[in-house]
Structures are given as structure tokens and as C-alpha cells.
């Protein structure tokens, strides 16, 4: 949507999608943020757990010992099947909040300031919540936990360096993460792996376990980029290859 109206300039077409566009932001943070502390999990309602891994990037070794639970905030019974993410993911995460930033900027564009404010609320206590339990100093980039406890999961994988698109490290983190980018776990003739290519589970012709992607890899260039001053100065930089 942002990128249509960058285009054509249609602030009704805007206004129009707004509301649905936040009732989707809201559904989303609701069905796979089980705790409410600002991460999200994967999720499908049939139960299979295959399934639930084709929301983000389906076979990475983070995702190996991925159960599906019933949401433990709402009462046992059929309508609260196994459908729910045991490990919140710092893909998905930075994805939605990325998404975030986009919608704050459409709201501002058509001079929505109270939209604008619920959103900048939700995009900081994201990015709060990546920067607390997510980062890993040592490995350098962002790690899935275990919902139960927001225990790190061991494995480094490309989803871990999302986080970047969406300017959430802060300016150290993100410059650690670029060390840790150019250094042997994740420098490959052809970059980046998809998986910390020193790690155990890295296969180097494996799907999401080590082969490179270019989606993931390429990080653009992004116009209209908040600035600190709209995330209340906490927004590291952004960086493009």
C-alpha cells in the first residue's frame, strides 16, 4: 500500500485501507503474540506443525523443535486448539514491525495522528522487546526464544538479521552485527548464508539450513525511514549492502 501511494499519490485510496490495514496489525499481535510482550510466533489452525513453519522462512534449524500449544491465555476447549508457536522468531517479528513503521507513515501522510500514536506505542514496545531478549551480544545478531521462560535458542540464522531492515538494533548492536557479518560465520563466497555456516545444523545445500537466498540477503536502501526523533531517539541506523 505504501508503495502504491508512493506512487500515484492517492491519499482517499489511503484512507480507505487504513482501518482494515490496522485491524489486520491488531489480529496479527493478537493470534501470535501469546504473551503480550511484543514477539511474535508462527501459527496455523490446523494444527499441523509443518504448516504453522510456511509463515516465515518454513526449514530453519530454529525452527526444528517448534510445538504447537494451545494459547495460554484463553481457556482449554475446541475453540483453543494446538495452533500456537512455542518460539518466538526475530523474522517475523522485525517483518511486522516493519510493517508498523509503514503504517505510522501512511497514517501521518493522511494526517491520522491519533492512528499514528496507537501504532508508535506498539512499534516500540517491539523494538524494546527484540533488543531485551533477542539480542545476543556474542553471536551478534537476533535470536528466537522459547516462549516458556524467553529462553535464547542456540542456532544464528538469517532471520536474525532482519532486524536491520527495520532499523531495530541500536547503533551498537547494529554495528556488531555488521562485524559479525563480515567475519567466518557468516562471510561466504556468496552472501549470506541462511544459517551461522560454523553452527552444527549448517548444510551448505540445505533448504533455509545454509544455501543463500537473495530476498533475505538484500538489505535496501529505505526512503522515508523513521527518524530517531519519531521512535523517541531509540532507532539504531539502517544499513544497505
Not at 521462560?149 to 555488521?178: D, F
Not at 533448504?207 to 519519531?230: H, M, N, T
Request: aromatic residues 8%; hydrophobic residues 35%.
Amino acid at each position: 500500500m505504501e508503495r502504491v501511494y508512493r506512487r500515484n499519490r492517492d491519499l482517499e485510496l489511503v484512507r480507505q485501507a487504513l482501518a482494515p490495514l490496522e485491524a489486520f496489525h491488531d489480529w496479527y499481535w493478537c493470534e501470535r503474540d501469546l504473551d503480550g510482550v511484543g514477539l511474535v510466533t508462527v501459527g496455523v489452525y490446523d494444527g499441523v506443525v509443518q504448516h504453522a513453519r510456511y509463515e516465515t522462512y518454513d526449514n530453519e534449524v530454529d525452527l526444528d523443535s517448534l510445538q504447537l500449544i494451545p494459547h495460554p491465555g484463553r481457556p482449554a476447549g475446541e475453540a483453543n486448539g494446538p495452533w500456537y508457536g512455542d518460539v518466538y522468531i526475530p523474522a517475523n517479528t522485525g517483518y511486522l514491525l516493519l510493517s508498523e513503521q509503514s503504517l505510522i507513515r501512511l497514517a501521518q501522510a493522511t494526517g491520522d495522528h491519533a492512528l499514528a500514536v496507537r501504532r508508535q506505542h506498539i512499534l516500540e514496545k517491539g523494538i524494546a522487546a527484540m533488543r531485551r531478549h533477542m539480542w545476543d551480544e556474542k553471536q551478534g545478531c537476533f535470536l528466537a526464544v522459547h516462549r516458556d521462560g524467553l529462553r535464547k535458542l542456540a542456532t544464528a540464522t538469517i532471520g536474525g538479521m532482519v532486524p536491520l531492515q527495520a532499523g531495530i538494533p541500536t547503533a551498537q548492536q547494529a554495528s556488531r552485527m555488521a562485524e559479525a557479518l563480515a567475519g567466518p560465520h557468516w562471510s561466504t563466497p556468496v552472501p549470506l548464508p541462511s544459517v551461522d555456516r560454523l553452527d552444527a545444523g549448517y548444510k551448505s545445500d540445505g533448504f533455509w539450513r545454509g544455501d543463500v537466498w537473495p530476498p533475505p540477503s538484500f538489505k535496501p536502501r529505505r526512503s522515508g525511514a523513521l527518524r530517531p526523533s519519531q521512535t523517541g531517539g531509540r532507532t539504531g541506523r539502517t544499513f544497505a549492502r
